[in-house]
T-cell receptor, first 114, second 115 residues
Framework: GNSVTQMEGPVTLSEEAFLTINCTYTATGYPSLFWYVQYPGEGLQLLLKATKADDKGSNKGFEATYRKETTSFHLEKGSVQVSDSAVYFCALSDRTGTASKLTFGTGTRLQVTL | ETGVTQSPTHLIKTRGQQVTLRCSSQSGHNTVSWYQQALGQGPQFIFQYYREEENGRGNFPPRFSGLQFPNYSSELNVNALELDDSALYLC??????????????FGEGSRLTVL
């Protein structure tokens, strides 16, 4: 079945460092790809998405490009802040029955220090 | 605009008991999905309800069941609780039948501990 693989965390960076969190996927067809973020004590929030190959999703300084040839959707940010500390989940859209659902990776914890 | 709300936020049960978790979907959303997030793992899809019918199910046994009400709120019921059912249970609502093209809005979850 479809699956998502993320780099293991935790990732610890100093403020203003460059961030990359790797995500690769296995899927039949052409799923939409997502990054969700889970801040401490909060629910999952959509960070960005891309619905077709070569699309770039972006939000709050984060970017990810849908690469069909490498089946990847790596998350990047040029300069992280302490407030970016959270768990980041890569996900793809999938179908079960007539339902459309998300298949998530295991998450990558990011800790940003001063 | 009211977001997705879940109750209770935390609960403790013993093995063999039954539990009911509740979810109020975001205003205007007619689809509710439930996910199980074990500690240190990503959320796993349990099932989805659309217009009061279950229209898709993940790899969970029948003792996981649900309901959706006419106001689109939903319940997740788990019978014969097992230790491995300890997890954060997330409810997500959307205006379509899932995340493709549309956004899933998640609640903060109900943390279930089974002793």
């Amino acid at each position: 079945g479809n699956s998502v693989t993320q780099m293991e965390g935790p990732v610890t960076l100093s403020e203003e460092a460059f961030l990359t969190i790797n995500c690769t996927y296995t899927a039949t067809g052409y799923p939409s790809l997502f990054w969700y973020v889970q801040y401490p004590g909060e629910g999952l929030q959509l960070l960005l998405k891309a619905t077709k190959a070569d699309d770039k999703g972006s939000n709050k300084g984060f970017e990810a490009t849908y690469r069909k040839e490498t089946t990847s959707f790596h998350l990047e940010k040029g300069s992280v802040q302490v407030s970016d500390s959270a768990v980041y989940f890569c996900a793809l859209s999938d179908r079960t029955g007539t339902a459309s659902k998300l298949t998530f990776g295991t998450g990558t914890r990011l800790q940003v220090t001063l | 605009e009211t977001g997705v709300t879940q109750s209770p936020t935390h609960l403790i049960k013993t093995r063999g008991q039954q539990v009911t978790l509740r979810c109020s979907s975001q205003s205007g959303h007619n689809t509710v999905s439930w996910y199980q997030q074990a500690l240190g793992q990503g959320p796993q899809f349990i099932f989805q309800y659309y217009r009061e019918e279950e229209n898709g199910r993940g790899n969970f046994p029948p003792r996981f069941s649900g309901l959706q009400f006419p106001n689109y709120s939903s319940e997740l019921n788990v019978n014969a609780l097992e230790l491995d059912d300890s997890a954060l249970y997330l409810c997500a609502s959307s205006s379509e039948q899932g995340p493709t093209g549309g956004e899933l809005f998640f609640g903060e979850g109900s943390r279930l501990t089974v002793l």
